[in-house]
């Protein structure tokens, strides 16, 4: 039985004085919610959640590395400097980053071998734009974007990592996909992990992403194949992330 996990990726919103809200908030919901929950920041806010989420089961995670460990890479964070301030997981491969910074397939591949590395959980986000949607090439598009990792990192390896599946077009839309083309694409996902390796395909967590909040969260977790959701806009208020939250 695969657990359930919540993520928030707040991208890039935050302030001093809403990350303290937002945190405290969280906190005070949380009794009672067996999900995984985690959430996201931007770099310079990593070391005030850690102390905000001390003692609490609501874990951190970064939005992006380099894949170098330290040197002359201004602007850039290493993987061990995420860990250094409590995170445990990071987002590789956000459909954002791979379009608006030129992210290819084979350096989220380098990302995710660099997260694993050190140790971080990748959370690797993967899935098809509007065109390739209406083009027929969903699938070629998803599995294109997996191979690169299952090449570089090997199947062994997705026993530390959790898949999203996000679909560009539902991603800050407010168009979600419909539970059974989530589940759709959500089982080709798990089948391709399986022609690799039957029982890691079982326990690799897949998460959707796209417009989900507290009102459709529920019908698309419920799916067989999809164990959470990496939210964004819902992520930053509270009380709509913990219904979320709540739902597994
Ligand atoms: P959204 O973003 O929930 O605002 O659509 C999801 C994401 O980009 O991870």
């Known amino acids: 039985m695969r657990k359930t996990i919540v993520a928030g990726n707040w991208k890039m919103n935050a302030s001093k004085d809403s990350v303290d809200n937002l945190i405290k908030d969280l906190l005070t919901g949380m009794d009672g919610i067996t999900s995984e929950v985690l959430v996201c920041a931007p770099f310079p806010y990593l070391a005030q959640v850690e102390l905000l989420i001390q003692g609490s089961k609501v874990m951190l995670g970064a939005q992006n590395l380099n894949t170098n460990a330290s040197g002359a890479y201004t602007g850039e964070v290493s993987a061990d400097m995420i860990k250094d301030f409590g995170a445990r997981h990071v987002i590789v491969g956000h459909s954002e980053r791979r379009s608006l910074y030129g992210e290819t397939s084979a350096m989220v591949a380098e990302k995710t071998k660099a997260a694993l590395n050190a140790g971080l959980t990748p959370l690797l986000c993967i899935g098809e734009s509007i065109e390739q949607r209406d083009s027929g090439n969903t699938e070629a598009v998803i599995e294109k974007q997996l191979s690169a990792v299952i090449e570089l990192v090997g199947i ?3 026993n530390q990592i959790i898949i999203a599946y996000e679909p560009v077009w539902a991603i800050g839309t407010g168009v979600t996909a419909t539970p059974e083309q989530a589940q759709e694409a959500h089982l080709f996902i798990r089948s391709l992990l399986a ?4 029982s890691v395909a079982q326990k690799t967590p897949i998460l959707y992403g796209g417009s989900m909040n ?7 977790i419920s799916c067989a194949d999809i164990d959470g959701g990496l939210i964004g806009g819902a992520a930053l208020k509270a009380e709509d992330f913990l219904q979320i939250c ?3």
């Open 156 to 158: 062994e390896a997705f």
């Open 246 to 248: 709540k739902v597994g």
């Open 214 to 220: 507290a009102s459709n969260a529920s019908e698309l």
């Open 195 to 198: 022609k690799n390796d039957e």
